[in-house]
């Protein structure tokens, strides 16, 4: 029995109603899209796409050695891709098992577990590289344990450093959009699997997973985006990537700089086009859960269990604390540390991270209504803009709203100042919310949409009692995928803020610059408090997966 005959089985049909008029989602009455939707959707396109028309356009006016650039960016292109695929198939497979774990099992703890798997996509990548280097030093964290096994001091570069530590830096990104599906999906389907015979392994794997595939794309894509934008932890473990030849070259080569930008957005571009192509255009995805799950026994299983969640937050997040706390403690013993600065900028950190986080959800939250209820070509093409917003390095973006907006006749009084800080971080990580937005569509089936329509035909009131909770889980995943990865965002957050403004990674980033590793140590326990706090508190309790049993 396939997963769509169960999940017919488990939704009752439609109720039949000749009078009732259609649905209206961005068409006319005609049934094509109406020009305010048109509008819309062209707008969100082109403002997500200014980072790429940049650096296209910088290009073209920094050619004349374009063939020999370009020659010059296929090694590091190469290794770019080796180290993006094998950190997103790393991530999906490790998100997503941790998921299952904490949602539809009774591992012990998981109510403190969801908060802290979560944590390590907060430590800024060149802070956790450098506290995994820090560990493995000589008195580092892991000394004890490698000069237990015949180990000092181990040269961390290279391919494998580099992905070891950002698959443990990026499975989040899979694991909040499939935990928040996995909440939405009605268990009907995998016990009736499981009535059938099939163990609760194959349950999963035939049943359950087919209907998850969407949210672990979506995660999978964002890690694969991330990747290839990465700077800070391949620069400190001496992996020769495209970021590498982007930031080396910026000052000294702008045209390598340039034409290395474009072949990452082109990379992109191609990444995401193939991926959207792929995502299912059903508007649902399984039966909508009706009542609160009721956790699997794991049995003989808990140890292992619990075994892979502890190894996930001790390499992801326990050690790079420790060295953190290292850093940190010399400072507080020595009084150099400056607490009040700190004070200003986590205040200053969770406010600009959780606006950013609700104008994302905003702007992307209609386009993702239309892809997958009245999927587009205008639609698709935006929603790949949105989605390829991700790859463009923060700084590349940065410089792409400083040249529009000292070139615009009108918008030049934007600079340096919190509105356009806000819009960098919205068209950076824009892309996180939109595939928890069309998660969170998906949830609500076109059965029951068309079953309140006959109930309540004042379209506010349904939204309100059918759909926002329904749509929430998958929403305050996206909203909160958006808030981590912006509080920890630097190279966008030091052009474009506004005299004056520090952040919790400004002031890091600050301190590391200047070897004051007290500083960076204290900073960095900062962030990943305030992180785990608005994280339980906004994310976690606000989608239900803490009070879920």
């Not at 198939?89 to 099992?105: D, F, K, M, Q």
């Not at 694991?175 to 499981?194: C, D, G």
């Not at 706390?325 to 600009?352: I, K, Q, S």
Request: with cysteine; charged share 15%; hydrophobic share 50%.
């Amino acid at each position: 029995m396939t997963t769509s005959s169960l999940q017919a089985d488990s939704n009752p049909p439609p109720a039949s109603d000749t009078t009732a008029k259609p649905e209206v989602d961005g068409r006319g009455s005609s049934g094509r899209t109406s020009t305010a939707t048109l509008a819309y959707v062209v707008a969100v396109g082109v403002i997500f796409a200014l980072p790429g028309a940049f650096v296209a356009l910088r290009t073209v006016q920094l050619g004349g050695e374009l063939a020999g650039t370009l020659s010059d960016t296929m090694a590091p292109l190469g290794r770019t891709i080796l180290l993006a695929v094998s950190v997103s198939a790393t991530a999906a497979a490790i998100g997503t098992v941790l998921s299952w774990l904490l949602v539809r099992t009774d591992l012990p703890g998981r109510s403190i577990w969801r908060v802290l798997v979560v944590l390590p996509l907060v430590l800024p990548s060149f802070v956790g590289a450098a506290a995994f280097l820090a560990a493995v030093t000589r008195g580092g964290a892991l000394s004890p344990l490698l000069e237990l096994v015949g180990i000092e001091s181990p040269r961390l570069r290279g391919f494998w450093p580099s992905w070891f530590v950002l698959s443990l830096f990026t499975y989040p990104y899979v694991f909040l959009p499939v935990s928040a599906r996995l909440l939405a999906l009605s268990p009907t389907l995998e016990e009736s699997a499981r009535v059938l015979g099939r163990s609760p392994l194959r349950s999963f794997i035939d049943v359950t997973l087919p209907q998850l595939r969407n949210a672990i794309g979506s995660g999978a894509l964002l890690v694969f985006l991330y990747t290839v934008s990465e700077f800070g932890a391949v620069q400190l473990l001496g992996y020769d990537t495209l970021t590498r030849v982007i930031f080396a070259a910026q000052l000294t080569d702008r045209a390598t700089s340039f034409t290395a930008s474009l072949v990452l957005v082109a990379l992109a571009i191609t990444v995401v086009a193939v991926q959207r192509s792929s995502i299912s255009s059903d508007g649902s995805e399984g039966p909508v859960r009706s009542h609160m799950l009721r956790p699997q026994a794991l049995g003989r299983w808990t140890v292992p269990g619990l075994a892979v969640v502890l190894f996930c937050c001790t390499f992801g997040l326990f050690i790079p604390i420790a060295s953190l706390l290292t850093w940190g403690w010399r400072g507080v013993r020595r009084g150099t540390v400056p607490f009040d600065g700190l004070l200003e900028a986590a205040l200053n950190t969770a406010g600009v991270g959780v606006a950013t986080a609700v104008i994302a959800v905003a702007v992307v939250l209609p386009l993702a209504t239309l892809l997958v209820r009245n999927r587009t070509r205008p639609t698709e093409i935006a929603s790949i803009s949105v989605v390829g917003g991700f790859a463009v390095p923060g700084l590349v973006i940065a410089l792409s709203l400083v040249f529009w907006t000292l070139n615009a006749p009108v918008v030049g009084r934007l600079y340096q100042t919190l509105p356009l800080l806000v819009g960098a971080y919205v068209i950076h990580f824009g892309s996180q919310a939109l595939g928890a937005a069309e998660d969170s569509v998906r949830a609500v089936p076109s059965t029951l949409r068309e079953s309140s329509r006959l109930l309540e035909p004042s379209l506010p009131r349904r939204m309100l009692s059918i759909d926002v909770p329904l749509m929430r889980p998958s929403l305050v995943s996206g909203a909160g995928l958006v808030l981590l990865s912006t509080v920890k965002e630097l190279p966008a957050t030091l052009l474009l803020a506004p005299t004056g403004f520090s952040t919790l990674a400004t002031e890091v980033w600050g301190s590391y610059e200047d070897g004051f590793f007290a500083e960076v140590g204290v900073g960095g326990i900062v962030l990943v408090a305030l992180s785990g706090v608005l994280t339980w508190a906004l994310v976690l309790r606000g989608s239900d997966v803490i009070r879920q049993r």
